[in-house]
């Protein structure tokens, strides 16, 4: 039996769909709000951080960002994803129902779907903080991965010692013991962080300073 959960949505109300870690700013959902006539799907390149906000990603000497399509109308939930969520999520646009949908639409001469990217590198629409956690979380968080997710850093004991966590943070160093990430600061860094995290230092000391800064 299909039964509706929540009554009165309309065609141009948005869907949004986001990771626990994953923070659009306040500014672009705003803006999404109030305004009409923008492409869609809507993709946010988001500010990668690991472990904390003073760790970024980097490949080659170039900061990386994570790119997720996130948000899409009502009207193209149903007509382009057939209301399968995780569709929007993957945008598989050359697959199954989507890629029907999208040629019919263009048979008929109708404006085509298109995904529009808010931000880019340097100048984002939100932040990606994974791994963002106190050594006890990142613990937590290991031993409780899926089954698939490959590599399982949680089936090694050594890898669930808090110590080897701690210096793992301290050194911005991953699981692989090879990638390593590269240091920045709320005081060099306009876009360190979101608001909210800065507004609440106390709180979130430990995803704003380094385990150089923090007091002793």
């Known amino acids: 039996m299909n039964c509706k959960r929540i009554n009165g949505i309309r065609d141009d109300d948005l869907f949004l769909l986001l990771d626990a870690d994953e923070i659009p700013s306040r500014e672009v959902l705003l803006f999404l709000k109030l305004y009409d006539g923008y492409p869609e799907p ?12 003073f760790w970024q990603k980097h490949e080659e000497g170039r900061e990386l960002a994570t790119r997720i399509v996130a948000a899409a109308s009502m009207k193209m939930m149903g007509q382009v994803y057939d209301n ?42 939100g932040h ?16 409780s991965a899926q089954k698939d997710d490959q590599p399982r850093w949680g089936d090694y004991a050594q890898k669930l010692d808090l110590k080897y966590i701690s210096q793992l943070i301290a050194t911005g160093t991953w699981f692989d013991a090879k990638e390593r990430f590269v240091l920045t600061s709320c005081s060099s860094d306009r876009q360190f962080a979101p608001a909210y995290v800065l507004n609440n230092p106390q709180r979130f000391a430990y995803l704003i300073h380094h385990n150089s800064t923090l007091p002793h």
């Open 84 to 125: 399968q969520v995780m569709a929007m999520r993957t945008n598989h646009w050359q697959e199954g129902p989507i890629a029907n949908y999208l040629q019919q639409q263009q048979d008929q001469q109708d404006q085509p779907w298109s995904v529009w990217t808010i931000g880019r590198v340097g100048s984002y629409s």
């Open 128 to 143: 990606h903080c994974s791994w963002c956690y106190r050594p006890e979380g990142i613990r937590l968080k290991l031993t």
């Open 42 to 53: 809507v993709a946010l390149t988001l500010r990668w951080s690991i472990y904390g906000y």
